[in-house]
């Protein structure tokens, strides 16, 4: 059994979607508070398993992510639940620092317990992989080196403060009580399920329907892009034969300004959906800068390229495609998402345990 958390999100339900897809049958329980990122509708496809279980929980809530810890013995933990979003986090740092740094402590010290009391040969075998973001290590200059885990830590926003104080906690917990914990920072994914307030899904879906297409700024910070898939296939990869206490920086060596990303969907778009007249990427439109934002991100993936034998199966364009293709397709999912009908299920039904 992996215990899961954030599994309801964009790249915890990739993850969760990609477990079932393999050949083996561990089982897995998912512990998700169901934010408005978190969307059970991305698990239909699985949550009938009887190998698969759903736990709504904060994951700051000590008693109950003590009571899941014990009821489901995990072999390992994969941590994903966070507040994710740059943006929200400039307008409500609070909630950042509740999930990521004290949702994580918790998380940490529940499972630190539970790993104590562990016989062995489970003690040594269990695992708590941290899944954490290139944001931690700040901003780079045009010509500086890419990211690489020795990369001091010089977070900027309040998001990436908050996912560098849970990186800071799980790497004390491992030099202090030897509890066994591996440590992955990406770089920005993209891919099917992402929640429409990030760029690349925001473009496509504001391109679709008529209206701009905001580019923050002059368009020209940079991000390096992974697709979502490999981004979980490096997780499992480094779950499986990631160094105690080590972290590995991921990403896909797909640096990319904004309008270049922006660009290609409208590349994309313009052949398989053309519009009356023109392209879309006359949709294209400049607004206000992001407070803070950061000029660029980029990741020299070498350790776990060497180490563990990450390497991505999709380049940035076939990822790209796939993923415009995917939201042309997957309309039911886009539309319960922008009216809000995917949160009405939770609702009735935590209604209906109550009582109400
Ligand atoms: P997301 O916002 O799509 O999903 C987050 C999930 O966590 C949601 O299902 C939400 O309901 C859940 N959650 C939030 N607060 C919770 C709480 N207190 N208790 C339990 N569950 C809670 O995020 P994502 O994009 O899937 O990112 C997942 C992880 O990967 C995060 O830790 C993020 O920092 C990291 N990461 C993201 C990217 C990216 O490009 N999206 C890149 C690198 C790393
Ligand atoms: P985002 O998807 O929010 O990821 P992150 O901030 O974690 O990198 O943004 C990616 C880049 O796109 C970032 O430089 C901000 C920019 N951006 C826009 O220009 N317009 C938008 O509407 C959004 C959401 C982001």
Redesign the pocket.
């Known amino acids: 059994m992996i215990l899961v958390?954030?599994g309801?999100?964009?790249?915890?339900g990739n993850f969760v979607l990609q477990w079932f897809a393999g050949e083996h049958n561990e089982p897995l329980v998912n512990?998700?508070?169901?934010?408005y990122?978190?969307n059970l509708d991305t698990l239909s496809s699985i949550s009938e398993r009887d190998d698969y279980f759903f736990e709504k929980?904060?994951?700051?809530d000590e008693a109950e992510i003590k009571r899941i810890i014990a009821q489901y013995q995990p072999r390992a933990i994969v941590h994903?639940?966070?507040?994710?979003?740059v943006d929200r986090s400039i307008t409500d740092p609070g909630a950042f620092v509740r999930?990521n740094v004290v949702?994580t402590f918790n998380l940490l010290e529940q499972a630190r317990h539970y790993w104590n009391d562990l016989p062995e040969p489970q003690k040594s075998e269990f695992r708590f992989l941290h899944?954490?973001?290139d944001e931690v290590y700040g901003t780079l200059e045009t010509n500086d080196p890419a990211f690489c885990e020795t990369t001091p830590y010089q977070p900027n926003s309040p998001y990436s403060a908050s996912?560098a104080g849970s990186d800071m906690l799980v790497r004390a917990y491992y030099h202090t009580y030897g509890f066994p914990v591996v440590t992955t920072n990406?770089?920005?994914?993209y891919g099917p399920y992402q929640?429409p307030e990030?760029l690349i899904p925001v473009v496509i879906l504001n391109a679709l329907a008529g209206k701009p297409l905001p580019i923050y700024g002059n368009g020209q910070n940079i991000r390096d892009w992974l697709y979502v898939g490999d981004h979980c296939a490096a997780i499992r990869l480094a779950l499986a034969n990631g160094r105690l206490g080590e972290t590995y920086v991921v990403g896909g060596i797909n640096e990319k300004t904004n309008m270049e990303v922006v660009h290609s969907i409208c590349t994309i778009l313009d052949e398989v959906r053309p519009r009356d007249a023109g392209s879309y990427a006359e949709q294209i439109t400049f607004v206000k800068d992001r407070p803070g934002h950061d000029a660029r991100y980029a990741i020299n993936p070498e350790k776990i390229q060497t180490e563990l034998g990450f390497k991505p199966a999709h380049t940035f364009e076939t990822g790209l495609r796939e993923t415009v293709l995917w939201y042309l397709n997957n309309n039911e999912w886009i539309t319960r998402v922008q009216t809000g009908e995917y949160t009405q299920w939770v609702d009735q039904h935590y209604a209906q345990a109550r009582g109400v």
């Open positions: 958390t954030g309801a999100g964009f790249i915890g512990v998700d508070k169901l934010t990122a978190g929980v904060d994951i700051a994903f639940a966070a507040e994710s979003h999930t949702g899944v954490s973001t996912k990406c770089s920005n994914n929640f990030k």
